[in-house]
């Protein structure tokens, strides 16, 4: 696979890595990784089975189900 | 109190009589500075009293923009506005009773998930049910009527600031700013407090959008609910002072200003102005702009402003 490069091609991952940090909670280096791979194989599994666009109402529903089930993250002290 | 009164009704009186003698560019300049001036100050009303961090402006703009579109025909326009309001409003109000638990990056952060996953189900919703990307606004209201109803959106919001800040639910608000425990403990009902003031923020930004969407004559998810209207808001509020009264709009006026004259010519050094003046306000001018007059002159007048 190919990338251009440009200023503007982290911004997607910086709002994804805010997101991921969140979910696992500040501060919990386990929160983040767990967190990563929860979204990641959920984003990809779920793509698999329904259909690519919806991706991106997949990723934010299971954040917010996440956070409103467990307000601090999943693995905050 | 009043002298804030007599301010506000000397700019609405100036700025009702512009179309009359101003060009078509200066007009519609000051359109988008009206724009932000109530979407900025119907934001720090709530958030910049409370210090509840919401990113979530652009789904209620959105929202708002997308009632006008639709039900523009058979509502009237006036109808279409409040519909878009209490719309937005009774978004904010559910989306509140899940969220306003939450404090800080928390709040924030699930805020801006919110109004993503909003814009992306109506992108969805657009894809599958109804088969369109975007709709067309075919029957559009006169700029004037455009320009004064958003005027009268700015003024209302000024205004309703003015009020809430001398009433019981606004000192109830800066108590929870200052300290929400200790609020909750001095008999606040923190939490229908905390919804009412979100939905009031909601309320001004759904009309904002119905109004302005017809400016646009076709819209999509992708601009009315474009995540920058809501950091630019913030943006505005904090650049201006979220906690005061004026701050937001003379930092509507500068940004608009500043956005009209950079834009077309220098769109980087648009940008960049605006990543450097947000930094040095962070870091020099807490207080955000207008604090800067009443620091150095009327040291009597932050009483009344702060």
Redesign the interface.
Known sequence: MAYTISPSMGEPYTVSA??VI?LGG?GSMTGSLVGGLLLGVIEAVGMDLTSP??K??LS??V??AV??WK???LFKQ | MKRDLLVLLALVGWALALPRYASEFVVSLALTCLMYTALATSWSLFCGTTRYLSLATAAFFGIGAYTGALLLQQAGWVGTIALAAALSALVALVMGA??L??RG??FA??TF??A??IR??I??WE?RVTGTVGRLIAVVPEADTVYVTVLVLAAAAVLTSIVVRASRFGLAMAGIGADEQRAETLGVDTRWVKIGGFAITAAFAGAVGAAMSVRWTYIDPATVFNPFIGFQTVLIALVGGAATLWGPLIAAVVFSLLAETLRLQAPQVYMMALGLLLIACVLYLPGGLASLRWRWRWPEWRKGVA
Do not use: D
């Open positions: 805010l997101i969140t500040f666009s919806l991106a109402v934010y529903g954040f917010i956070l409103l307000p601090n993250g | 899940a969220v638990h939450l990056t928390y952060v699930l998930g919110m993503e996953l992306h189900a992108t969805l894809k």
